[in-house]
């Protein structure tokens, strides 16, 4: 794809566009979507177990911002009219892959998905961003604190509004506040281990 191609589709909504023609055919009442970036994209290639047999549909695209998750969470969430949508989003704008944005701005636009969904029927749960003290494409930037300042105005807007948080962060940080090298080597993307992790965390909420 070229670079005004790219442009066009800044959200990227052509990536899942035939596979959500599909599914919008096949009605599954108990459907989960997970929308978010690199980290709910290499779940279904590292765990792709966690996926298999059950209902769940994968939407995360890497390096994507909760901007551009925003623009395309009509074709990609509501439009498959599932019963619960799992938002993981945030770690991207912190890292400034579409510029600049400050913690107000990544919260408004996962309270927007939040909206979106409330109003369509489907039942929200919000996840923390996962722990990270350095990113590898953007060296010397020192997103620890910054990450665990957006997590707790993730976790008070969803107490707030009466919404499932699920807290990855504080049992995957090491002592840095970055992500244990056991769940992750290159301190941001989950390994194997790590996405077991956070199933074993996710499952309960899932199961309600």
Not at 50 to 75: D, E, H, S, V
Not at 199 to 208: G, P, Q, R, V, Y
Request: net charge neutral.
């Amino acid at each position: 794809m070229g670079k005004n191609a790219i442009a066009q589709d800044w959200p990227n909504l052509n990536r899942y566009a035939q596979e959500n023609e599909k599914l919008q055919s096949v009605s599954n009442e108990n459907r989960v979507v997970f929308m978010g970036n690199s980290i709910t994209e290499g779940w279904l290639t590292h765990d792709p177990d966690f996926f298999a047999g059950k209902p769940y549909i994968n939407r995360g695209i890497g390096g994507q911002t909760t901007p551009q998750m925003l623009l395309r969470f009509r074709a990609d969430v509501i439009n498959l009219k599932p019963k619960t949508v799992v938002i993981l989003a945030g770690i991207n704008d912190i890292a400034g892959n579409t510029g600049p944005s400050t913690l107000e701005m990544i919260l408004n636009n996962i309270i927007s998905m939040a909206e979106l969904a409330k109003a369509n029927n489907i039942q929200v749960i919000l996840c923390s961003v996962l722990p990270a003290n350095n990113f590898y494409w953007n060296p010397g930037t020192k997103p620890a604190e910054k990450v665990i300042a957006l997590n707790q105005m993730i976790k008070d807007y969803a107490k707030a509004n009466n919404i499932p948080f699920v807290d990855y962060h504080t049992p995957m940080k090491d002592e840095e506040d970055g992500l244990k090298k056991e769940y992750g080597p290159d301190g941001v993307h989950p390994n194997l281990e790590g996405y077991k992790f956070m199933a074993s965390i996710l499952n309960t909420f899932l199961e309600k």
